[in-house]
């Protein structure tokens, strides 16, 4: 039996990606109505950017049934949300006086570690309960670093994908000289 040329893609929940930016954007949205003031405009940009984020990879993994380049497109601009969301953490921090964890300090590795084995937002959720804002948000920006990375990953391997197999139209013609052939 050969693949169907329009699947039913709806796979996106098990994308790692997705997971991290599911995270991020609740994380977030948390931080943001509890230690932003009210009637801030930063407030709306950072919530929209996580949902950004998210809903682009989820957009994305939609439109790939029929278009690869949209697919690219729209990963990019997650990918390109979550670096605005990042800019935005930067900023909360500097401009309160606090301290940005280093690359290399104890803080960072063991986020890192966290980020590595947990995707789950009920578990972050949990954890940031009890944290200080300052903290929440090098969190968040460790989190937004992982997904940046794996979203260049993901890029590569779309690409990749893309260059292998080609796109829909290729697959239409495929498909349609298959059926001819069979048909003889």
Request: with cysteine; net charge positive.
């Amino acid at each position: 039996m050969t693949k169907s040329l329009v699947p039913n893609n709806w796979g996106y929940k098990n994308l790692l990606t997705y997971q991290k930016s599911d995270v991020i954007y609740r994380i977030t949205y948390y931080f943001c109505h509890k230690y932003l003031q009210k009637g801030d405009r930063t407030i709306d940009q950072m919530i929209q950017a996580a949902r950004s984020g998210k809903q682009n990879i989820v957009e994305g993994c939609a439109a790939s049934v029929t278009s690869s380049k949209t697919e690219i497109h729209l990963v990019n601009v997650a990918k390109a949300s979550l670096r605005e969301l990042l800019l935005d953490y930067e900023d909360y921090l500097h401009t309160r006086n606090h301290r940005v964890w280093e690359e290399a300090s104890r803080e960072v590795e063991a986020m890192r570690r966290l980020g590595r084995e947990h995707n789950d937002a009920e578990y972050f959720m949990r954890l940031i309960e009890s944290r200080p804002p300052e903290t929440i948000a090098n969190m968040v920006i460790v989190l937004i670093k992982q997904a940046d990375y794996l979203l260049y990953k993901q890029l590569q391997s779309l690409a990749t994908k893309f260059e292998q197999d080609g796109g829909f139209s290729e697959k239409m013609t495929r498909k349609r000289l298959e059926y001819r052939n069979n048909k003889k």
